[in-house]
């Protein structure tokens, strides 16, 4: 009765054996991967592949940008920086001034002394209130022509009553360019008809003015300008003279 019941007891062991064996190698199997959805797949397929850099075929090398390409890339006009010259502009200026005149007559005649003595031999005065008009055009960065025509506003002493008048063509040299903040200085002769007592109504005479002028735009600027004239055909005359005016420019 011993040796059957020995052999169940092992049969039975031995069952009991494999059955947890297999329990433990179900838990450490791993789990089956899923398979991908069709609709990922879809996906995948329909999103656009990267292309690659285009590369010059000679040289192997990343291509440049075409001109074209270039310019849509480069800033707007707006985003340069202006050039602050006069080339190629015609402009209009006005400027209101005063100043101080020395006459030395060639004979006994009147020459307007502020004192009001006519025998006087040497004359001085205040310049009379004037208006310089002014025409110019920028032919060179550094370089304008220009034409000035000047009104005496106030009656001039040295006449019976009347008023100044003058035109003065010349050149302007600037000496500085492309900057809003540039000197300059003027060269100019002048032609001055005006009726002066005892003497000719016509007279000549140099000028220069020095300036400084700032320009808020490229076609608005404001200036401070000195200036002095020597004339010699009626009487010598030394006229010194200041003012502030405004320049307006067309392209």
């Not at 008048?165 to 040299?173: D, E, F, T």
């Not at 808020?216 to 600027?221: F, M, Q, T, V």
Request: with cysteine; proline share 7%; hydrophobic share 40%.
């Amino acid at each position: 009765m011993q040796a059957p019941c020995r052999v169940v007891i092992f049969t039975s062991m031995i069952a009991m054996a494999g059955a947890v064996a297999k329990n433990v190698w179900a838990r450490e199997e791993p789990a089956p991967v899923a398979a991908p959805d069709e609709e990922t797949e879809e996906e995948d397929s329909e999103s656009p592949a990267s292309t690659p850099a285009p590369t010059d075929t000679a040289s192997g090398q990343p291509a440049t940008p075409s001109s074209d390409q270039a310019a849509k890339e480069s800033p707007l006009p707006s985003e340069r920086e202006v050039v602050m010259n006069h080339v190629g502009q015609a402009g209009i200026s006005i400027m209101p001034g005063t100043g101080y005149r020395l006459v030395v007559p060639y004979g006994d005649i009147r020459c307007g002394d502020s004192s009001g003595n006519v025998s006087k031999r040497v004359c001085t005065h205040i310049l009379p209130f004037f208006l310089d008009l002014q025409l110019s055009y920028g032919a060179f960065p550094r370089l304008d022509f220009i034409v000035d025509l000047r009104f005496a506003i106030q009656k001039d002493p040295a006449t019976a009553n009347s008023h100044q008048v003058a035109l003065a063509p010349g050149i302007r040299y600037w000496v500085d360019q492309g900057v809003a903040l540039k000197f300059y200085a003027t060269g100019q002769a002048i032609y001055d008809h005006t009726d002066y007592i005892q003497v000719s109504k016509s007279d000549f005479a140099l000028r220069n003015a020095d300036g400084l002028m700032y320009d808020a735009i490229k076609n608005l600027g404001f200036f401070f300008q000195v200036g002095w004239t020597v004339g010699l055909a009626r009487w010598f005359r030394l006229e010194f003279d200041a003012g502030l005016g405004m320049q307006i420019r067309f392209q």
